[in-house]
């Protein structure tokens, strides 16, 4: 498999073990064995909390018993300053010590807490993840691009559409974005031919770039240079990848992907029911980046499903899937919500014996 990664290496020392709990300690054993999933990103702090079961098609399965969702932004003004500040410090440890209770209140035995590209950037990073620890219970385990790229694999493959062809699943995060080329599937999971990881995601790359001030000549030239700046970061991984066939295929994890698949379905508010397992075309994804690339935050902030949240970091995310959809011009996108916290809760349960 070759492993090619841009941006920094995880710092020596970070946290291995699992939160709370060591994976070498005696734990229930059965179905009702509660696992945790935890995933800090540049940009937000997910949790998964899921208990083991059969899947009506009588293959194993989870099934979610809480969870929780916060934007953070714990990356915001990294860029600029080499640290993670302490506002963003502040709002992390607020959405972690939620997850901290949770874990405790459903009796979580075993979890795994994972911390990607903001961590591994932060020249405060390991500071960070000791305060952590310190302060809630959480060890954070600061992961390297490859292995955000496997959990990711692992959780959202199901949802790639049918072929033989060759494909390519993303996620588009706060601060780095995952491209995975996978193969034909043996024991159910693809074969990771060969990945990368751009140091550019939704905060890193909103922050080269005023893009929603000025007008909207202006915005959408900000627009052109931040998309430039991702093709850039993807040539090397693009002149590998194989000669471009009609039945190629094209799976994205992120908050962008989901945005933008509700926005094409005009959802008056987010519906993951409606959303997870989707299929775009292509076009009209790009489409819908192209017209909210010239629009002003106020005017995005009043869509449903974009928000003052997202209003600011979309277009840096549309900047990002059409340099995708460039290097990769699949004629339909899959939409997946869901990838690290998933593929963390499968490998788990996996290595407990369930069929997952």
């Keep these: 498999m070759a492993q090619q990664a841009a941006g920094p290496q995880p710092r020596p020392g970070a946290a291995e073990a699992p939160a709370f709990i060591s994976p070498r300690a005696p734990r229930p054993a059965g179905p009702r064995h509660a696992y945790g999933a935890l ?15 059969d899947g009506p098609d009588g293959q194993g399965g989870f099934t979610v018993i809480d969870a929780f969702s916060r934007i953070v932004r714990l990356g ?16 992390a440890l607020d959405a972690l010590h939620v997850c901290a209770d949770k874990l405790r209140r459903r009796h979580v035995t075993l979890a795994r807490s994972v911390a990607t590209e903001a961590c591994r950037r932060a020249a405060n990073g390991r500071d960070f993840i000791e305060r952590v620890h310190r302060e809630t219970g959480i060890a954070l385990e600061i992961i390297p691009p490859g292995e955000e790229a496997r959990l990711a694999v692992l959780g959202c493959h199901k949802l790639l ?9 993303f996620d588009i995060g ?6 995975v080329l996978i193969d034909a599937e043996a024991d159910g999971v693809p074969r990771i031919k ?5 140091p550019w995601g939704v905060v890193s790359l909103s922050e080269s770039e005023a893009a929603g001030l000025g007008t909207a000549e202006d915005r959408l030239a900000a627009y052109a240079r931040m998309k430039a700046r991702v093709i850039h970061a993807f040539s090397r991984f693009a002149k590998q990848l194989p000669a471009r066939e009609r039945s190629i295929r094209l799976l994205g994890t992120s908050g962008t ?14 519906d993951r029911s409606r959303v997870d397992g989707l299929v775009v075309p292509s076009e009209a994804m790009r489409a819908i980046s192209t017209t909210l690339s010239g629009m002003s935050i106020p005017e995005r902030a009043a869509l449903p499903c974009i928000g003052q949240e997202r209003a600011d970091l979309v277009v840096a ?21 869901r990838g690290i916290r998933e593929g963390i809760l499968r490998s788990l349960m996996a290595r407990d014996g369930f069929v997952i």
């Design 174 to 179: 706060g601060g780095s974005t995952e491209l």
């Design 194 to 198: 060969s990945w990368w990881s751009a």
């Design 76 to 91: 915001e003004g990294l860029a600029a300053s080499g640290r993670i500040s302490d506002v963003a410090i502040g709002r």
């Design 39 to 53: 995933d800090l990103g540049t940009n937000n702090c997910r949790l998964l909390i899921a208990r083991p079961s």
């Design 257 to 270: 992907v989901t945005t933008l698949a509700s926005v094409h379905l005009a959802l008056p508010s987010y």
């Design 317 to 337: 995310g549309c900047a990002i899937l059409e340099a995708i959809l460039d290097i990769w011009p699949a004629e339909r996108l899959g939409v997946a919500d």
């Design 161 to 169: 559409e049918p072929g033989d062809g060759p494909a390519l699943i």
